[in-house]
């Protein structure tokens, strides 16, 4: 079956950096688009980034570009997010996601925290 694992997220200060991965198994991982996601408490689940199979394009929210990075190693069945100049407002657990066909995917998330 298709597991996402995320990791790397903590507790960061304001202007600070983190890098995410999410570890995919039981999926061709270099066929498919990635993305990640993000929720904040009490609101709703928030497109952030995605990459396509090859990592030839990707596409970034309004909200983190300039400082957010989405990158894939597809021969570590691996997908990154790079952030940087991190702020209180990117407090969130992210998810990665993935679909096939109309089911979709995602991990069990891990939680980032920017103090201000």
């Known amino acids: 079956q298709v597991q996402l694992v995320e990791s790397g997220g903590g507790l960061v200060q304001a202007g600070g950096s983190l890098r995410l991965s999410c570890v995919a198994s039981g999926l061709s991982f270099s066929m498919y688009t990635m993305r990640w996601f993000r929720q904040a408490p009490g609101k709703e689940r928030e497109f952030v980034a995605d990459i396509n199979w090859n990592g030839g394009s990707a596409a970034l929210a309004d909200s983190v570009k300039g400082r957010f990075t989405i990158s894939r190693d597809n021969a570590k069945n691996t997908l990154y997010l790079q952030m940087n100049n991190l702020k209180p407002e990117d407090t969130a657990v992210y998810y990665c996601?993935?679909?096939?066909?109309?089911?979709?995917?995602w991990g069990q998330g891990t939680q980032v925290t920017v103090s201000s």
């Open positions: 996601n993935t679909n096939q066909g109309i089911t979709g995917y």
